[in-house]
DNA sequence: CGCATTTGACCAGCGC
DNA sequence: GCGCTGGTCAAATGCG
């Protein structure tokens, strides 16, 4: 729905995390705000090699502390342990700021090459807690049972593929290969050179109601798939805007029905198209690191409490995605502590995975801190 | 009428 | 090499 029904619904309350699965996603521990939180998954070789991170270099500043985790092998998931206070990344993210405290890092300027092992993908995922909610994540073995195969698919197909590459530009070549059966398909395919290689991306879980959450952005559904041992279907959204290539994949968890997990692929070359009045949105500042956003919700700050309203929901989580574009400023603003946070711990992540610190995954789970919802924020 | 969603088919990578 | 599976395309359909 977009247009239709958009993606105005929304609401969120909390976020988690959730185990990553196969890949490399790194998660780091977390970090425990007030309440909700988001969890992120970010590929860092991509996103340094993308537009921002140029000289500033993330610091970090102790994220070390984040990642007790880290050694933990495949698995992981769950258990978020720790969690520590994310208190100067902020600047890391956002940008090129001089890092406050401590900063330590480095820097991603690497070449985009030097990833390790996992090339792949890899993600973080910064899940913010919450302390009651219970998500686990992760890693799905349960077995859960259903399967499911309903659901309209057949299920027979299904793989990656590719995907895009940069935005722009793409490989203009089209062909038209076999089109011969006139099947539908034709997939242009890229030479086998490239590759695939994705862009960043960043998941985070939340508990909603309902799926697609709206982060500001126009996207329009291009594919829906059941998941593996999920009851509920993945479905694929793709950004709106002309040469804007920005994906997100939005699927349920199994285990909690209540937890929506999405994960943001590319970074949008354009500013939001709606102006969420009472956040801040940076203005055209499409460079950054792809947005992150991270709900926060005020309502759900005490622990369970009930949702209180729609509206504070969206608000936050218009706050949040505001920080994608942020390079710009946003010295202002002390309230995007939520988002900043998630942010924060990918590029912890991201930082960690550079130095080579995390190979595995580490979890990590935030909370989002949330501010207030009142307009103030905007910026 | 235009655009978003629906939905089955197709593709390509990966594991066996 | 085969089959599974994630991901995408695109025709058909629905809705504003
Ligand atoms: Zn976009």
């Known amino acids: ?100 405290a401590n900063s330590t890092v480095q820097q991603l300027d690497l070449p985009m090459s030097s990833s390790p092992a996992a090339a792949e993908s890899s993600e973080v995922v910064n899940n913010p807690a919450t302390p009651n909610s219970s998500i686990s994540s992760s890693s799905n073995e349960g077995g859960n049972s259903k399967n499911s195969s309903k659901d309209g698919n057949r299920l027979k197909s299904e793989a990656g593929g590719g995907d895009e590459e940069d935005e722009d530009a793409e490989e203009e070549q089209d062909q038209e290969k076999n089109n011969s059966g006139s099947k539908k398909k034709l997939k242009p395919k890229k030479t086998k050179a490239q590759k695939k290689q994705r862009e960043p991306r960043f998941a985070f879980m939340t508990k909603s109601e309902v799926d697609h959450l709206d982060d500001g952005y126009r996207w329009r559904k291009y594919g829906q798939k059941a998941v593996k041992n999920s009851p509920y279907p993945r479905s694929y959204y793709r950004c709106t805007s002309a040469g804007c290539g920005v994906k997100k994949r939005v699927e349920r968890s199994s285990d909690d029905p209540s937890v929506v997990v999405t ?50 929901q969206q608000q936050q989580l218009q706050n949040a995605y505001m920080l994608n574009s942020a390079p710009s400023l946003t010295t202002t603003s002390n309230t995007t502590s939520a988002t900043t946070a998630s942010i924060q711990s990918a590029a912890t992540a991201s930082f ?28």
């Open 1 to 100: 729905m977009a247009r239709s029904g958009g993606e105005r619904a929304n609401n969120s309350s909390a976020f988690t995390m959730s185990g990553g699965g196969e890949l490399d996603e790194i998660m780091l521990p977390g970090t425990g705000f007030s309440a909700g939180g988001g969890g992120i998954y970010y590929d860092m070789q991509q996103m340094m090699m993308m537009p921002p991170p140029p000289q500033s270099g993330f610091g970090g500043g102790g994220f070390m502390e984040l990642l007790d985790a880290s050694g933990g092998g495949g698995g992981c998931g769950a258990d978020f342990g720790g969690y520590s206070a994310p208190s100067s990344l902020f600047d890391l993210f956002q940008s090129p700021f001089p890092a406050a």
């Open 263 to 312: 994960t943001y692929e590319g970074q949008h070359i354009h500013p939001s198209p709606i102006t969420p009045r009472g956040s801040l949105l940076a203005g055209g500042g499409v460079g950054g690191i792809g947005h992150l956003f991270a709900a926060a919700d005020p309502s759900i700050l005490p622990p369970q409490h009930h949702i209180h309203h729609h509206f504070q």
């Open 352 to 379: 960690l995975r550079d130095n080579g610190l995390l190979q595995d995954m580490v979890t990590c789970q935030m909370m989002g801190n949330v501010v207030e919802p009142k307009e103030e924020q905007r910026f």
